[in-house]
Every structure is written in C-alpha cells, then in structure tokens.
C-alpha cells in the first residue's frame, strides 16, 4: 500500500486554494490520511517594519490585525466542506516557503498539495516563489499543476490512467514504484513515458544525420531498462518511449492523449531522459492537462 497517512494543505483562501483542497480531500478520504492546512501569516514589509520612531510598535499592531484576521479566515476557511474530516488547522507566521517545508519535515508528512498560479513562462508566473521554493526544497512528493482551480467536484474527480515520466535509470526506481502504487490504490492504468533522446538538437540530429536502425536501438535498449524496473516493482504498464526532445510538450501530449488523470515526475531533472533540473519540472508542470506530482 502507498504509505499516504498524512497530507499537507497549504491555503492562501483563494480559488486555487479550493480547488486543491477538492483533490486534498480525495486523497485524504481514499488513504484514511490525516489532513493538516497550514496557512501562514506574513508579517508586514518595512516601512512598517522599520526601525525606529513608531514604526516597530505600529508593524506590532499590524501583525496582530492580521494574524487575528488569517485565523478567523483559517477556522472557517471550507469548514463545511471538510467538516467531516476533522482536518486540523495550523497557523504560522513568517516566510511561507521555509516554514511549509519544516512544517511537512517535522511533521512527517507523506505529501504536499497546493496550486501552482496559472501559466507562465517564468517560474514566479507559473508556480508562484512559494510553490517554486516548496518544490525545490520538500523532502515529501509535492501535487500541484495550473489548473487546479478549476478542479472537478469531489465525486467528479477520477484516476483512470497514471503517466510516470521517468528516464531509465535505477535511481528514478522510486519514482516508478511511487506511480505503480498509486495507480494500483485506484485501480488505474500506468503508463509509462520515457524521452530516449535528451535535448531537441540531440532529436534533430538524429531526424538528419542517424538512420531509423540507430533510432530503434536507442529505443529498443530503453524500453528494456524499463521493463527490468518494472519487474522488480513490480507492475504491467503501458511503456512509450518518445523520440522527440521537448519533453514538456511530448510529456504534456501524452497526458492529453491518454487521458491522464496525473502525471507523476521526479524532482530535480532537466528533461525526462535524464538528470532533470528543476527548470524541466517546472515546464512540464505548465503543459500538463492534469495534476503532477514530484516525487
């Protein structure tokens, strides 16, 4: 079973704040999980918080408004919506980013859910410093994407087909068992992608310069890597490998053509077929149809 006894809900009492608790609930609900939402109150910039003068007892004041205020928003904050499962509701104060991540650390938490802010070419566009800063530092898998502010009602919300991109190495293992479990808690289909070439220069040289005998070597030796990972998961999955090097877009493609339900990724890679920077994860975040978490 997919060890998920504790989930993380950051809210900022937006849209895309509800709609991430719509998925947080499905989770919550289907794992038996704990739910803890966690806001935190950012304490006022200078010149309130200056030095001197008035400044620091009126940056006090200020801090208390608003602290008093984020809790009462907090308390009722989808209380009947959630009521049932009694989630637990933690206030913080300071810089949202670190603080989520020690909370989740300390706290032991199994998963992360909070939205992205819409697309973007730049991360701080598309994630927002706080989701980019999670994603970046979170020891837990993170589950985010743009459009969950739009998220399905509760009963709506279905996992028919995971994708796991992975590239093929025996240390992207965990990320295939991570997708594996989850796929067997809903009786999902997996689907198993995997870039066999790196960059789109390294794609167009090949399209020019290699014959198709090349290209179905490179393909045939990765789809054989995958199929040893997936044996000592073990687990039956659909594999596709891709040939192209725009992997947010193929990566993207894919979930559309499949009807994926969420896309599950490793952190810290550049483009699927290997060693990912967290750059990579960030676009494929942006062209996903569906949720993705970063495992």
């Known amino acids: 079973m997919l060890p ?30 704990e739910l803890t ?26 801090l208390a408004e608003r602290r ?29 980013a670190p603080l989520i991540v020690q909370y989740a650390r300390e706290n032991k938490m199994d998963m992360i859910v909070m939205p992205t802010h819409g697309y973007g070419p730049f991360r701080e566009f598309l994630l927002g410093s706080v989701t980019a800063k999670v994603l970046h530092d979170a020891q837990c898998p993170v589950w985010t994407g743009p459009h969950l502010e739009t998220a399905p009602l509760r009963d709506a919300i279905a996992f028919k087909t995971v994708l796991c991109g992975i590239g093929a190495e025996h240390w992207q ?24 070439l790196s960059s789109p220069l390294t794609a167009k040289l090949t399209d020019h310069y290699f014959d198709p005998v090349y290209r179905a070597q490179v393909a045939d030796e ?23 090097g725009d992997v947010p877009a193929a990566l993207g ?20 077929g290997g060693r990912l920077k967290t750059g990579g994860v960030y676009a494929i975040i942006r062209e996903s149809p569906c949720p993705v978490v970063s495992v």
Not at 71 to 96: C, I, M, N, T
Request: proline share 5%; glycine share 10%.
């Open 222 to 244: 990765a789809r054989a890597r995958i199929e040893g990972m997936l044996r000592v998961v073990p687990a039956q999955a659909e594999i596709r490998i891709d040939m192209r």
């Open 173 to 196: 293992q965990s990320i295939l068992s991570w997708a594996a479990g989850f796929a067997a808690e809903f009786g999902a289909q997996l689907v198993v992608y995997h870039a066999a």
């Open 253 to 272: 493609e894919a979930a559309a053509n499949c009807r994926a339900g969420l896309v599950v990724i490793g952190r810290g890679m550049a483009h699927v």
């Open 68 to 96: 008093a205020d984020d809790k009462e928003r907090l308390d009722a904050f989808l209380w009947e919506e959630l009521r049932a499962l009694g989630v637990h509701r933690v206030s913080l104060e300071g810089d949202p």
């Open 37 to 62: 939402m966690l806001h935190v109150t950012v304490p006022p910039h200078p010149p309130y918080g200056g030095v001197g003068g008035t400044a620091p007892a009126l940056a006090a004041g200020l």
């Open 4 to 33: 998920v006894s504790r989930i993380l809900l950051p809210v900022a009492f937006s849209d895309r704040c509800r709609g991430a608790a719509q998925y947080a609930e499905v989770l919550a609900r289907h794992f038996h999980a």
